[in-house]
């Protein structure tokens, strides 16, 4: 529960009490106007709890995950920057229905080989050859190509 009471949190919680008791206002002051005799404000005095019950679905996955997210060794939350282990190997002690959480992988870097220029493709040379003279031509429509 102490990672509930960050800093970052209390301004979530804050955040979703603001919103949900905005909306829910919202949504009397136009149930409000519907018996009024406005009778569009019936669909908005439907849809603001809609968005009020959208923002406690929202409130209330974030802290389950928060909750049931990946911990270090220590029992303190793993911080995101730290890379997770590898799928398959777990740290001594941990149980064993963390080997199977799959782990998060940082994308790998291929180096890209060059072509040789003697395996050049001849369609690609012809077009090189095309757009070499577009640019020695400025004025020149492509219709007035000689190749």
Do not use: C
């Amino acid at each position: 529960m102490k990672r509930l009471w960050t800093p970052a949190w209390i301004v979530r919680h804050v955040a979703m009490v603001v919103l949900v008791s905005g909306f829910l206002g919202l949504g009397w002051w136009q149930v409000s106007r519907a018996a009024a005799g406005n009778t569009l404000s019936w669909g908005y005095a439907v849809e603001w709890p809609i968005f009020a019950g959208f923002v406690v679905f929202v409130w209330w996955r974030e802290v389950r995950h928060t909750l049931h997210g990946p911990t270090a060794p220590d029992g303190e939350p793993a911080r995101p920057d730290e890379p997770s282990p590898a799928v398959g190997t777990r740290p001594a002690g941990a149980p064993a229905a963390a080997a199977t959480r799959p782990a998060v992988r940082r994308p790998v870097r291929v180096a890209r080989v060059p072509v040789a220029a003697g395996g050049e493709d001849a369609d690609l040379a012809a077009y090189n050859r095309y757009l070499q003279w577009l640019n020695d031509n400025p004025g020149a429509r492509p219709g007035d190509y000689p190749g």
